[in-house]
């Protein structure tokens, strides 16, 4: 009997979550999701009510009984993907963007605890699942880790260049035991996140002139976690339309 594959994804209700709860539902996987918010019943997902687990990642003293929950839900002691999509950019009024200068100590904390804190520790705790599966981290950076941009702030562009250093470390740790850890780092993607003044960015600076969908950054994270990339390990992969050249 074929046992179905779990992956774990944080930040699924909207944009490349979203696409790639269905992009991995639609090629047989069961789904679980992490979010500081309760199921939505407006979910189109059937399986999704029995599939939440509600954790706010940037409370770290609740990581513990998160694990717990999470592992509860799993079936064979096996975890087979975690894909950590959950991010936090914070803005100043008018959606400006926060530099070192507007930036308090609470907000970098709040920023690391959800970009890179509790990445690592979600990894630590469900460690024994995902080497019992022999499975697949990915890691969801972003162009902003290696360039300033106009609207991603400071703590932000920091911990997703942190969370860059921490898959190769987890690379390097982990990678004896099965287990492949990979990042993506999306530039300009069509979710309702994006900024006004986009557009100009498209054309100056993007060669292929157009946003990315949130499918086809799912398309990339589901490839890494299937056997066609089972000696990628440690990389970054751009998915910007050549904005980074």
């Keep these: ?23 991995f539902n639609a090629a ?3 789904v679980l999701t992490v979010s500081r918010q309760p199921f ?61 200068l507007d930036s308090s100590y609470e907000t970098w904390s709040t920023v690391f605890n959800v970009n890179l804190f509790s990445i690592a520790l979600l990894a630590r705790g469900l460690f024994p699942e995902l080497s019992a599966a022999r499975g697949i981290v990915v890691n969801v950076t972003s162009i902003v880790a290696s360039r300033v941009h106009p609207f991603a702030g400071s703590a932000y562009a920091a911990s997703k260049a942190a969370l860059l250093a921490l898959t190769r470390e987890m690379a390097h ?18 979710t309702a996140i994006l900024s006004p003044g986009t557009a100009q960015i498209v054309e100056r600076d993007i060669p292929l002139r157009r946003l990315g969908e949130p499918e086809e950054v799912a398309a990339t994270i589901y490839f890494l976690c299937t056997s066609g990339a089972a000696y990628i390990n440690g990389a970054e992969i ?3 339309g050549g904005q980074h050249v």
């Design 1 to 23: 009997m074929t046992v179905r594959k779990t992956m774990l994804l944080t930040g699924a209700s909207r944009g490349i979550g979203h696409a790639t709860v269905k992009h």
């Design 173 to 190: 740790e982990f990678g004896p035991h099965g287990v492949r850890v990979n990042a993506i780092a999306p530039g300009e993607i069509d």
């Design 40 to 100: 939505n019943a407006n979910c189109p997902w059937p399986e999704g009510r029995d599939s939440h687990i509600q954790l706010d990642l940037t409370d770290i003293g609740s990581l513990d009984k998160g694990v717990q929950d999470i592992r509860e839900r799993l079936s064979h002691g096996r975890i087979d993907a975690i894909v950590n999509n959950a991010g936090i950019s914070p803005k100043l009024p008018g959606g400006e963007r926060m530099g070192v």
């Design 238 to 240: 751009a998915i910007n």
């Design 28 to 30: 047989g996987w069961r």
